[in-house]
C-alpha cells in the first residue's frame, strides 16, 4: 500500500533506494570495520539498519553512539550476541548488559563527553582532523591527550570522527538520498550522514525526487549512498512517564 505522494514499497526508482535494510547492508558491511549509529535510546536510531546488521553476524565492530540501545533493542541486539568489541559513546546507563560487559573487561569503551562527541562527529564530516575544548580539562577524558594553556585556560586536543559505514534514520527522504529529521531525531543523525565514507538512510516516508522542498532538506542526498523505507515503524518508549490526573480535572495524561 502507497501514501499520496509516496514511492510504494517494494518499487525502486532510483540507483540509490534498496528494497530493504539486509540488501542495502549487502557488499557493504565487514568484521572489524568502524560503524556510526545515529539516534539515542531508541529515539531516532536506525531500527531496521541495526536487525540487519545482528542478522548479518559481522563481528568485531567498533560503533560509534551516543549511547547502545536498551537490553534487547537497538545496538543491544548486537552487544547480546557480543559482536561489538568497542564502543565510542557518552552515556551507557540505560544498558544494564552494556555496563556489564565493560565492567567485566569484555568489552572496550572510550568515553567522550556528550558536546565534544558531536562535536568530533561533525569535526570529521567537515574534514577537520582535530579541535581544542575546554570540556574535560583537569579530569580522565583528559588522560593521554595534547593539552594547551591559551589566555590562562587549558584546553583539550579532541580528534574527528570518520567511520568506515554510517546508519542514520531520518523522517523523510527521496530517491536521491535527500533527508528531513524530525524533532528528536535530529540529533547525532544529520552529523553522522555526513562523516561516514559510506552513509546508508532509512525512512519513515520515502518520495520521489523533486518532491521535498529544498529549504527543508537537513541532509542533502551526496552524502547518502544507499536509503530504504523502513515504513512502518512501532516507535517504543523507553520509559513512559504519566501525570496523575488531579482530582475533579479532566486534565488528560501525558
Known amino acids: 500500500m502507497s501514501r499520496r505522494g509516496c514511492v510504494p514499497m517494494?518499487?525502486?526508482?532510483?540507483?540509490?533506494?534498496?528494497?530493504?535494510?539486509?540488501?542495502?547492508?549487502?557488499?557493504?558491511?565487514?568484521?572489524?570495520?568502524?560503524?556510526?549509529?545515529?539516534?539515542?535510546?531508541?529515539?531516532?536510531?536506525?531500527e531496521r539498519l541495526i536487525t540487519a546488521l545482528h542478522d548479518s553476524g559481522v563481528r568485531n565492530l567498533t560503533v560509534v553512539?551516543?549511547?547502545?540501545?536498551?537490553?534487547?533493542?537497538?545496538?543491544?541486539?548486537?552487544?547480546?550476541?557480543?559482536?561489538?568489541r568497542k564502543m565510542?559513546?557518552?552515556y551507557v546507563g540505560e544498558n544494564k548488559e552494556f555496563e556489564r560487559q565493560y565492567?567485566?573487561?569484555?568489552?572496550?569503551?572510550?568515553?567522550?563527553?556528550?558536546?565534544?562527541?558531536?562535536?568530533?562527529?561533525?569535526?570529521?564530516?567537515?574534514?577537520?582532523?582535530?579541535?581544542?575544548?575546554?570540556?574535560?580539562?583537569g579530569t580522565v577524558v583528559a588522560d593521554g591527550k595534547e593539552q594547551r594553556v591559551v589566555d590562562g585556560e587549558t584546553y583539550v586536543m579532541e580528534k574527528g570522527i570518520v567511520a568506515?559505514?554510517?546508519?542514520?534514520?531520518?523522517w523523510k527522504g527521496d530517491t536521491e538520498?535527500?533527508?528531513?529529521?524530525r524533532k528528536t531525531a535530529r540529533n547525532f543523525n544529520p552529523n553522522m550522514a555526513t562523516a561516514g565514507r559510506v552513509t546508508l538512510a532509512e525512512v519513515e516516508i520515502l518520495v520521489e525526487a523533486g518532491e521535498l522542498d529544498p529549504d527543508q532538506i537537513h541532509t542533502p542526498g551526496i552524502f547518502v549512498t544507499r536509503?530504504?523505507?523502513?515504513?512502518?515503524?512501532?516507535?517504543?518508549?523507553?520509559?513512559?512517564?504519566?501525570?496523575k490526573r488531579k482530582e475533579g480535572s479532566h486534565a488528560v495524561v501525558s
Open 177 to 181: 538520498g535527500n533527508l528531513i529529521y
Open 164 to 170: 568506515d559505514v554510517s546508519l542514520v534514520k531520518a
Open 103 to 137: 565492567l567485566a573487561g569484555e568489552l572496550e569503551l572510550e568515553f567522550n563527553p556528550q558536546g565534544t562527541m558531536a562535536e568530533r562527529i561533525r569535526a570529521g564530516g567537515a574534514g577537520i582532523y582535530a579541535f581544542f575544548t575546554k570540556t574535560g580539562a
Open 227 to 243: 536509503i530504504i523505507d523502513g515504513s512502518p515503524y512501532e516507535k517504543p518508549i523507553e520509559k513512559r512517564t504519566n501525570r
Open 65 to 84: 553512539s551516543n549511547n547502545a540501545g536498551i537490553d534487547g533493542a537497538g545496538l543491544g541486539l548486537l552487544l547480546k550476541t557480543r559482536q561489538i
Open 10 to 46: 517494494g518499487k525502486v526508482t532510483g540507483s540509490k533506494v534498496f528494497p530493504d535494510a539486509p540488501s542495502a547492508l549487502k557488499g557493504v558491511v565487514k568484521d572489524g570495520m568502524t560503524l556510526m549509529c545515529g539516534g539515542f535510546g531508541l529515539c531516532g536510531i536506525p
Open 88 to 90: 565510542i559513546s557518552s
